[in-house]
């Protein structure tokens, strides 16, 4: 199955959608989409969409909150870009009839989230990344000028003289096809499947940042995982994320005896950033030796069900009553801060291939996300790349990085262990999770380069096998992350070393990328 375009966009979220829609005004688009085509990390985003257009607030505000959050670490420009161009994408979302809720004078009604210092965060209930890509894909399922192209997993890049000239999928029915197009983007999302625990879809198995950096490309940032800290724990029942926005209108994090316990760590208290949290989390349940939980119980019962609905439903599937009872909650990856390497228009490193959103790394998050910036980011960024994708050729500029080369694996002797899915993600939640050693990391990218190694020798043998394409992307995603955990000697942000706790600002106040060899 052979498909020609003028441009392909790899992915179905946000930054994809929102990029294939400008792209359309030019040219003819394909999109690959991995499963059915609204399933992606967007829909499953329940906060919202963070933008500065409250009354109290402004981009200078944005970026402050932005930067804090980011520790050190962000891009300013990139900050920057996103801070003052979100609003603009924002009015357009209500313009093209996203039903954001309102609050009595019908203006956005503004929630707050996390390390955020006003209400900025517009939602839809507890539902708006779905409401998003609704709003999105009624508006490319309606342009002839898209065409999709659902269960169709993207392979590896098409390469012609060192230039990306689209890209081998393979569908559900097993079977190969091309597409070719002058210009790709890479909007595949995340890689949270790499972990054991994790609040994203079964979907987000790093396939973007696997296949970029086979074709060559730049990776960037990727020690800065961030674990969300609320996730519902209940033995046999399917981890499910709890918005922030719980905390934000009021939800307390208490231990088994109904104490708050986050101040004890954290003067910001459950408010304070994702990785602090997180942490302070970790350390409560082992000082205590049991769990802790999420709490609504001193709010209006009403309030909690009409705001979150789709939460109360989980919550009530696994036998708990959202407004009255603990919930028992703990960290689980969440968000990849680093991914590959972009200018502030979506550029690789490897020309003719463009990456927007959570594959991608601007640099705007820094060393740890603010909550509800990612959906900005795909819609600001998703866009920006749709513009320098219909413009002139011009190469791309990484300066900023310092850019190290390392070996894609160890040349492990013929033969080798393919490892089981599960043993990739049981490996990177024991070593590579929320606290991290230097013997666990050594000894986890060991173990990964020789994997990666064997399941090379196998996909050659067995280009079609499902299994074989999804724990290559998982056990090429955790060694990248692995290695650059084991490179930065310091804690910042979501990345924490318990032998090294400290920022250190002298010798690693520097974004590290990674040119890999060996692909």
Known sequence: MDVRGDFLVIGSGIAGLRAALSLAETGEVVILTKADPRESNTGYAQGGIAAAIGPDDSPELH??????AGDGLCNAAAVNV?????????????????????????????????????????HARDATGREIARVLWTRVSSDPRIRVVDDALAVDFTMRDGRCCGADFATVGETLGTVTAERTLLATGGAGQVFRETTNPAIATGDGIAMAVRAGAVVADL????????????????RFLLSEALRGEG???????????????????????????????VREAERTGGPVYLTLAHLEPEFVRSRFPMIARACADAGLDLARDPIPVSPAAHYIMGGVDTDLDGRTSVPGLFAAGEVACTGVH?????????????????????????????PVDLSGREIVDAELDARTPVG??????????????????????????????????????AIARQRQAHPLDS?????????????????????????????????FPSRDDLHWQKRIAERTHGH
């Open 63 to 68: 970026a402050r909150d932005t930067l804090a």
């Open 416 to 453: 080798g262990t393919v490892p089981s899915i599960d043993a990739v993600r049981d490996l990177m939640w024991r070593h590579v999770g929320v606290l991290r050693s230097q013997l666990a990391l050594e000894e986890t990218v060991a173990t990964l380069q020789s994997w990666v190694g």
């Open 366 to 394: 820094g060393a740890n996300r603010l909550a509800s910036n990612s959906l900005l980011e795909g819609l600001v960024f998703g866009a920006r790349a749709a513009q320098a994708m219909t413009a002139a050729v011009r």
């Open 467 to 499: 299994r074989l394409r999804c724990v290559s992307s998982l056990a090429t995603a955790g060694l990248l992350i692995a290695r650059a955990a084991l490179r930065r000697t310091e804690s910042r942000g979501a990345h924490f070393r318990t032998d």
């Open 223 to 238: 020690e800065f995982v961030q674990f969300h800290p609320t996730v519902l724990s209940v033995p046999g029942v399917p």
């Open 251 to 281: 939800a307390r994090l208490i231990n088994g005896a109904g104490e708050p316990f986050v101040e004890r760590y954290e003067p910001a208290g459950d408010l304070a950033s994702r990785d602090v949290v997180s942490r302070a989390m």
């Open 82 to 122: 996103l801070v003052h161009e979100g609003p603009r994408y924002v009015a357009e979302l209500l313009d093209w009839g996203a039903a954001f809720d309102r609050d009595a004078d019908r203006r956005p009604a503004l929630g707050r989230e996390g390390a955020h210092s006003v209400r900025r965060v517009l």
